[in-house]
């Protein structure tokens, strides 16, 4: 099937980036992305290309390059997929907050509506391509639906797994290290591949099926989250015989079997992809008895779980086991650099502890707005809205946050605050000056001789 019309549906992290790649790379198909939050639309419409609702280095240039031209933003969900020949559901997959697997399962209440509104709405053979990250053996309920309310057309069901890592989207998605298509209908996994290899090397777009595609998502996560818990959990034993975990990951990394990619320690993994993947993964070997398997996997959460805690828990034995009413400054609020996304941040469960300890804590990020600070705090349930607003509060500029304060701690590696100027920080803080460095990206000789408590991960 030749494809001059591709809908994608939801406007997000993966959806977003990944259509304006497809878009830039295949001037000859119209790639219209839909969405039912009109808000999220407009924004990806703004004239304005610094208010796009994803923030990713290099997105606002191809967007600028293809809007208008053969890339769409759109609410007219309905029309977008009758007019397509290939249809990608990339919404979100949370984890389930009630009922069965609350806690553990996928969410697949937004994949299931889109499959009923695809069923209704087309007229025309469809291939539809499963972008979102699911569960093994969900193509099976989306073809279910599609071939039991559909009208008597064709639909072609395929698992195309996104491994784009959030900050570098665009540079992943330009050079990807292997596209993955999982599938039945050769021919449908061919009118795939052949808009993917537009820009990608043939031998780099693996066909499989759709079962292995589908899996492979969810283990190449875990394999990943794995090993950043395998180096936190490191970096707990160095902290207590004097083992430095840079030196550790460097030496281990230099071992061409292990390599060097993943492992740096930190205050612990966020994002909104490798608890819920890893969780899912669980629930699922538990659904078919596999126990040992579910149990395994599972440690990399609770690993990660410690690792956040025991940040906090140092920070406050350090400042003489009370945080109560002291300033708290924290340094970077998203889950990782270069992006605006804070799901499942660190920042937000250390922040969390902190203000059960009362602290006053004082948040700058270079680009996460103030209202999603507090709605992050606020999510979590843990005291009222009025509280977090009290003992709370967002800095325009680092060094309003810094002034005064009785100790930092760094969240996010955003590469600003390796050039700050801390001498200046030093002398506007309160005595001694802690800093704790979640991200190790600071000198800690240099640090110490500023006159700074100076404690990072694993050293
Ligand atoms: P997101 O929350 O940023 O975006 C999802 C969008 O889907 C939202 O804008 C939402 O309004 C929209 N949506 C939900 N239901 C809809 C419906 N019925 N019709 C139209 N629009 C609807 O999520 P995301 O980060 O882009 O993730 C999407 C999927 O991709 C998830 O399964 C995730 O696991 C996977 N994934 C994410 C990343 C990442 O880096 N964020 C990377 C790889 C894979
Ligand atoms: C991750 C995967 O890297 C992507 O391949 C995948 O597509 C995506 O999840 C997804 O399915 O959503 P992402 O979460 O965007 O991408 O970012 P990562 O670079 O993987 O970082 C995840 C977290 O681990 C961040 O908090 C990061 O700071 C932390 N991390 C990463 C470490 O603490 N140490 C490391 O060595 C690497």
Known sequence: MKVEKICCIGAGYVGGPTMAVIAQKNPGIKVTIVDINAERIAAWNNSDLSKLPVYEP??????????????????????AIDEAEMIFISVNTPTKTYGKG???????KYIELCSRNIAKVATTDK??????????????????????????????????????????????LLSPDRVLIGGESQEAIESLASVYS????????????????????????AFLAQRVSSINSISELCEHTEANVDEVAKAIGMDSRIGSKFLKASV????????????????IARSYNLNEVADYWEQVIIMNDHQKRRFSDNLIKTLYNTVSGKKISMLGWAFKKDTNDTRESAAIYVADHLLNEQAQVSVYDPKVPKQKVYSDLNYLNTRSEEENENNVTVSETPYESLKNAHAVAIMTEWDEFKDYDWKKIYNEMKKPAFVFDGRNI????????????YYSIGQ
């Open 58 to 79: 290099g997105l606002a240039e191809i967007v600028k390059e293809t809007r208008g031209k053969n890339l769409f933003f759109s609410t007219e969900i309905d029309k």
């Open 198 to 221: 537009s820009w990608v090397p043939q031998d780099q777009i693996l066909r499989t099926n759709l079962w292995s595609s589908e899996l492979s998502k969810l283990t190449a996560n």
């Open 127 to 172: 291939i539809v391509v499963e972008k979102s990250t699911l569960p093994v053996r969900t193509a099976e309920a989306v073809k279910s639906i599609l071939d039991n309310t559909g009208n008597g057309i064709n639909f072609h069901i395929l698992s195309n797994p996104e491994f784009l890592a959030e900050g570098t989207a665009i540079e992943d």
């Open 102 to 108: 609350k806690g553990q399962a996928a969410d697949l």
């Open 268 to 283: 612990g993994f966020g994002g909104s992809c490798f608890q819920k993947d890893i969780l899912n993964l669980v629930y």
């Open 442 to 453: 600071l000198d800690k000789s240099k640090m110490n001789e500023i006159g700074f408590e």
